[in-house]
């Protein structure tokens, strides 16, 4: 069931990181599967990745890879990751695990993303480092239409990225890090506009400030 690299900022820089995936050079709509292709009624039969190592430095061969793809299904992922994590998760060692790596490519990037965000609220105290890069896929288109036999080969460059969670302190001088969240703690402004949306306490309205100008 296990299926799942790029560099981000903050709890909520991993929602920041997809502004930042459609902002740079990464447009996923883009570099989606040619629609040439697509429009000459053509489809694609297979797709293979280079199996380029993690761009992140020092982990173990053994390491839970979560590789996630268009279609797979978040609650899937989660649902195994989270008991491999926590107290249901044990190792050859009768230990739970500390680490877990998340990657997708190509349209799999805000799925990956999305996937690690909640992974972080149901495991607290995760440590993160993110990493962006490119890797190159193969895929081998087929039609009726199609006169070269065997179908046409495509070789693309797709972004990719790369997330580490864990459990123990990682190097905060590595880029891409994120500290453990925390919880917010609410600031005097924040209990004043709630105290504002609270019924029976609505704000004065239009026409009651312009009669209280004139009054004055």
């Given at each position: ?17 997809v ?14 599967s ?8 053509c489809?694609r039969?297979?797709r ?49 695990l ?8 190509d349209?799999?990037?805000t799925?990956t ?10 495991v ?9 890069y ?16 065997g ?5 693309r ?19 891409g ?38 009054d004055?």
């Amino acid at each position: 069931m296990a299926e799942p690299r790029g560099q981000m900022k903050s709890s909520n820089a991993t929602s920041s990181s997809v502004m930042e995936l459609q902002s740079a050079s990464f447009n996923l709509d883009v570099i989606s599967s040619s629609p040439k292709l697509r429009q000459n009624n053509c489809r694609r039969v297979s797709r293979t990745e280079d199996s380029s190592p993690y761009p992140i430095p020092g982990l173990a061969a053994d390491i839970l890879h979560m590789r996630v793809k268009e279609g797979s299904k978040i609650r899937n992922l989660l649902r195994f990751a989270t008991a491999r994590m926590q107290e249901e998760g044990k190792d050859s060692n009768d230990t739970s695990l500390r680490q877990v790596v998340f990657t997708g490519s190509d349209r799999g990037v805000t799925k990956t993303i999305t996937c690690v965000e909640i992974l972080k609220r149901k495991v607290g105290g995760l440590h993160q480092v993110s990493k962006l890069y490119y890797k190159t896929v193969n895929e081998v288109w087929e039609s009726s239409q199609c006169e070269a036999p065997g179908g046409i080969t495509m070789q693309r460059t797709v972004p990719a990225i790369c997330i580490l969670l864990s459990k123990d302190p990682l190097d905060p001088q590595e880029p891409g890090y994120q500290p453990p969240q925390t919880a917010r703690v609410p600031t005097e402004d924040t209990d004043r506009c709630r105290a504002l949306l609270r019924p029976g306490h609505s704000p004065p309205s239009q026409h009651t400030a312009k009669r209280l100008c004139l009054d004055g």
